[in-house]
């Protein structure tokens, strides 16, 4: 909300800029507030993210209740983005993160303050209470002590805080968002609406307000009755904030609402006398008008209510939501989140008699001003993503003692495999805390010729898990040799089979030996008539081999010697060709390699591809 007294101490100067997309070009005496001034609210925004970002941070705080290590702060759309660890005031690292074991939190700053209260300040702000009386607030411009208020009460209001025990060396967060709301007609808008009648009935259940206001410093809860008018006044305060950043399908797992105090009379201290957090509908997320009066929830969305006699005017006063209130925070695209105060006696509609005196229940909070202060209405919201989706589960290089374990998720996670020889039964296990969307664990000391049951489990960055059904492999007997494809080969036009070698089906074999040859290759093309043909090569010419194949086509026959090639085995234009190999092959007194060839039968542009997931095997039988 736009301050409705500013007096500026400073001799107004020119603003010289350059503004590219959202990024202002400060000369060396402007300050934060001369580069924003005639700005709109996301302009604002962004340049007062882009300024913060530009402090150096290189050293620990030391705040009342905490020590903050920034460890880099980046300017995002809209604000800015401090990495910072945490030591509580008795020097016991803290854990963010569901399970504490984050290290480093993330914390996202939207619409961050530049002010602070300073009565040596520059910036005067002044407001009157319910009873005509005038209020003052100073403040300086300095947002690196801005930036470390935020980060220091946000910490405060944080639920997911826990000692070090189970924290990860570097681990990174990604958990804490806070909101500020715009100054003035702005989304998001801030602000209160009244109601003043003789009676308490007409001015309770109005549809419409005597009047409202959004470009004040202070936002007003209030019930009150004058004497000499005999009129009930009734102020409902609307806090509106932008969480449009929260993803649509993460799960809001906390949030608190805080209202620094600006002033607080409590004449009647009853058990009304306390200001209650409701959900608001106002019609505009830019304006507050007198059709908003009756657009206030009955139904308290905090855990507890905060009592005029403790109604704070030199700290927040915090609401923290309750399971009903969390539902009120708005996510994804367009996502708002509509707050309202309420003193007690408006919300269950309960008026006290009135006396021979102006009898006033009141608490007043700091509005948001156009530059930000430290003191504007706050929303931290501890939010976590969805818990990742798992794909692609397969083994490569299974040796007789060892195998590789690839999967892939569709955010970045960790990586574990649970393993063991009995279905169901994982005995073993194996990980890391590397964050990534492609995922391999190598498995070793695994006995040869034995079945292995496993499951894979990835979590992210918040510990939400997921889970994989069982897979299997068993390990190879001794003698045997397998090759797998890791990665999709593609190749178009050729034709001929031996200019064409597959990367990576390719065995050694070794001297005088009689291996039994198997295997399966997938091939895929996205012409509407594709083919394939398929041949082996082998390093030496003293071999006997005798290796048949049969395709989903239908098409099978029998590879008798290095260089022959198959017949066409037809591709589906939709799916794949599943081409099954089985035979033998016995080499001599010479080792030799057994390479695996394919091309297109007939040219075509469109590719032609053999899928991951393929694979030889080679067993000696004597």
């Known amino acids: ?24 070009q ?21 340049i007062k993210g882009q300024e913060i970002a530009r402090l ?95 980060l220091e009460h946000t910490i405060y209001v944080k639920k997911q805080v826990f000692d070090g025990t189970n924290i990860i060396h570097g681990k990174i967060g990604n958990t804490t968002s806070v909101f500020f709301p715009a100054a003035g007609a702005n989304d998001p808008v801030d602000g209160y609406t009244i109601q003043n009648n003789e009676t308490w009935t007409t001015a309770h259940d109005a549809a419409d307000g005597s009047s409202a206001d959004d470009t004040g410093v202070a936002v007003e809860q209030l019930v009150q009755h004058i004497v000499s008018t005999n009129l009930w006044h009734i102020k409902r305060g609307l806090y509106l904030f932008d969480t449009s950043t929260i993803d649509a399908g993460d799960s809001i797992d906390s949030a608190t609402f805080s209202a620094y105090g600006a002033t607080q009379n409590d004449t009647i201290n009853d058990a009304n ?84 005196s102006n009898e006033f229940e009141e608490g007043q909070a700091i509005a948001a001003d156009n530059i930000g202060t430290s003191q504007d209405p706050k929303l931290v919201v501890e939010h976590s993503g969805p818990a990742p989706i798992i794909s ?25 495999v649970s393993y063991g020889i009995s279905a169901g039964n994982y005995t073993n296990s194996t990980s890391t805390v590397i964050y990534a969307t492609n995922h391999s664990i190598y498995l070793t000391n695994l006995d040869n010729a034995t079945n292995y049951y496993y499951i894979v489990v990835s979590a992210n960055t918040e510990g939400k898990v997921s889970t994989s059904t069982e897979q299997s492999f068993a390990t190879l007997t001794p003698g045997t040799l397998i090759a797998y494809k890791n990665s999709n080969q593609s190749i178009a036009t050729t034709t001929d089979v031996f200019a064409n070698e597959d990367s990576e089906l390719v065995l050694a074999l070794s001297t005088s030996t009689t ?35 049969i395709a989903s086509d239908g098409t099978g026959g029998w590879l008798e010697y290095s260089g022959q090639e198959s017949a066409k085995i037809d591709v589906p234009s939709t799916g794949a060709s599943i081409i099954q190999i089985t035979g033998t092959l016995k080499t001599t007194s010479m080792s030799t390699v057994l390479r695996l060839h394919w091309a297109q039968n007939a040219s075509r542009s469109e590719n032609i591809t053999v899928k991951r997931g393929s694979y030889l095997r080679a067993e000696a039988v004597q």
């Open 1 to 24: 909300m736009f301050k409705s007294i500013v007096v500026f101490l400073l001799l107004t100067v020119m603003i010289i800029g350059v503004t590219v997309t959202h990024v202002v």
């Open 56 to 150: 150096v941070y290189n050293k620990k705080y030391i705040r009342k209740e905490y020590e903050i290590e920034i460890i880099e702060v980046k300017e995002i759309e809209g604000g800015v983005a401090v990495f910072a660890r945490v030591w509580n005031s008795d020097g016991a690292h803290i854990g963010f993160g569901k399970d504490g074991s984050v290290d480093i939190e993330r914390f996202r700053i939207f619409n961050p303050p530049i002010l602070v209260e300073d009565p040596q300040g520059t910036y005067i702000r002044e407001w009157l209470d319910g009873t005509g009386k005038v209020y003052q607030r100073i403040y300086r411009e300095d947002p690196e002590e801005a930036l470390l208020q935020v």
């Open 273 to 356: 006398s306390f200001l209650a957090l409701v959900q608001s509908s106002p019609a505009s997320n830019t304006s507050i008008t007198t059709a908003d009066y009756d657009q206030f929830g009955t139904t308290t969305g905090g855990t507890a209510n905060v009592d005029l006699t403790t109604w704070s005017t030199s700290a927040y006063n915090d609401f923290t939501l309750n399971p009903t209130g969390l539902t009120w925070i708005g996510k994804g695209i367009d996502g708002r989140t509509r707050l309202g105060l309420r003193e007690g006696h408006d919300l269950n509609n309960s008026p006290w008699t009135p006396g021979g």
């Open 515 to 549: 291996y039994a040859i198997s295997g399966t290759i997938f091939a895929t093309s996205t012409h509407t008539l594709p083919d394939i043909k398929i041949g082996f090569a082998t390093s030496s010419a003293w071999v006997t081999m005798d290796i048949g194949y």
């Open 26 to 46: 400060a000369t060396s005496n402007q300050t934060i507030e001369e580069m924003i001034a005639g700005k709109y609210i996301t302009e604002k925004a962004n």
């Open 392 to 416: 692609n589960i397969h083994e490569i290089a299974v040796t007789e003692t060892s195998a590789t374990i690839k999967w892939d998720t569709d955010i970045s996670s960790d990586s574990k």
